[in-house]
Nanobody
Framework: QAQLVESGGGLVQPGGSLRLSCAGS????????VAWYRQAPRKQRELVAQ???????TYANSLKGRFIISRDNAKNTVNLEMNSLKPEDTAVYYC?????WGQGTQVTVSS
């Protein structure tokens, strides 16, 4: 069974940066598009960014220029670099590939 494991979340001050990683195992990770979603308290889960198997990226319009998604197929990982973080970026961030989801990693932006 496919497994996705996120890491890299934590507490950061406004304006700071964090780098999330999603490690995939149990399937041909490199053959799938991988996406990052996030869900803030009392809000619906929303797409943050996606990267295709060929490296084509798409982003939520509101996050363009601050977030960067990348993948390393040799390591079966997809990373999300988050810059100039704002309190409204506070959420649980999830990795998704096909029908599989990770357990999520908490990102809290607060002074």
């Amino acid at each position: 069974q496919a497994q996705l494991v996120e890491s890299g979340g934590g507490l950061v001050q406004p304006g700071g940066s964090l780098r999330l990683s999603c490690a995939g195992s149990g399937f041909a990770f490199r053959r799938l598009s991988v996406a990052w979603y996030r869900q803030a308290p009392r809000k619906q889960r929303e797409l943050v960014a996606q990267i295709s198997l060929t490296g084509v990226t798409t982003y939520a319009n509101s996050l363009k220029g601050r977030f960067i998604i990348s993948r390393d197929n040799a390591k079966n990982t997809v990373n999300l670099e988050m810059n100039s973080l704002k309190p409204e970026d506070t959420a649980v961030y999830y990795c998704n590939a096909g029908a599989d989801w990770g357990q999520g990693t908490q990102v809290t932006v607060s002074s």
